[in-house]
T-cell receptor
């Protein structure tokens, strides 16, 4: 079946540090890949997505590239802020008709001033 | 403004009682979903519905029930048969059920069983 593996947290960084959160997936065909962010006590919000190999999703300084050869979709940001503190979820949506979205377990990011 | 609303935000119930969580969307989305979130476990799918009057079980449907009588509404009932119902419940919707569509999430309901 499909699966998403994220690096375990929590990840603690100082403000303006470089961020990488690793995400790898297992799926057949060509799934769409997503990063969602969840702030404390809230629902998930879409951060960025990519729908085919070599696509780069970007939003609010965050980027992730769909790498088919390494089945990865790592999240990066060049300079994190305290306001980026949240839980980040990697997810995949399989191609070819309806199949359920598979989420990773989430990575908590804490940015300290 | 279009979006998904869930009510209430916090819900307390006594053991053995059924409780219904509300989910409403005005995005005109066809597909709707219920997830359960527990610490360190990510999101687990309870039920989903692709069209009105149709729904399917997800990975952890036991002890839960749903209905989809209207396109905009997808209430979830947590029954007394659910052994460990204390959790954060998230409702989501999607324009269609295809792979390219983003899921949009509500703010969640935190259910605590006393």
């Amino acid at each position: 079946g499909n699966s998403v593996t994220q690096m375990e947290g929590p990840v603690t960084l100082s403000e303006e540090a470089f961020l990488t959160i690793n995400c790898t997936y297992t799926a057949t065909g060509y799934p769409s890949l997503f990063w969602y962010v969840q702030y404390p006590g809230e629902g998930l919000q879409l951060l960025l997505k990519a729908t085919k190999a070599d696509d780069k999703g970007s939003n609010k300084g965050f980027e992730a590239t769909y790498r088919k050869e390494t089945t990865s979709f790592h999240l990066e940001k060049g300079s994190v802020q305290v306001s980026d503190s949240a839980v980040y979820f990697c997810a995949l949506s399989p191609s070819g008709g309806y199949q359920k979205v598979t989420f990773g377990t989430g990575t908590k990011l804490q940015v300290i001033p | 403004d279009g979006g998904i609303t869930q009510s209430p935000k916090y819900l307390f119930r006594k053991e053995g009682q059924n409780v219904t969580l509300s989910c409403e969307q005005n995005l005109n989305h066809d597909a709707m979903y219920w997830y359960r979130q527990d610490p360190g476990q990510g999101l687990r799918l309870i039920y989903y519905s692709q069209i009105v009057n149709d729904f399917q079980k997800g990975d952890i449907a036991e002890g839960y029930s749903v209905s989809r009588e209207k396109k905009e509404s997808f209430p979830l009932t947590v029954t007394s048969a659910q052994k460990n119902p204390t959790a954060f419940y998230l409702c989501a919707s999607r324009p269609e059920s295809g792979a390219l569509d983003t899921q949009y999430f509500g703010p969640g309901t935190r259910l605590t069983v006393l």
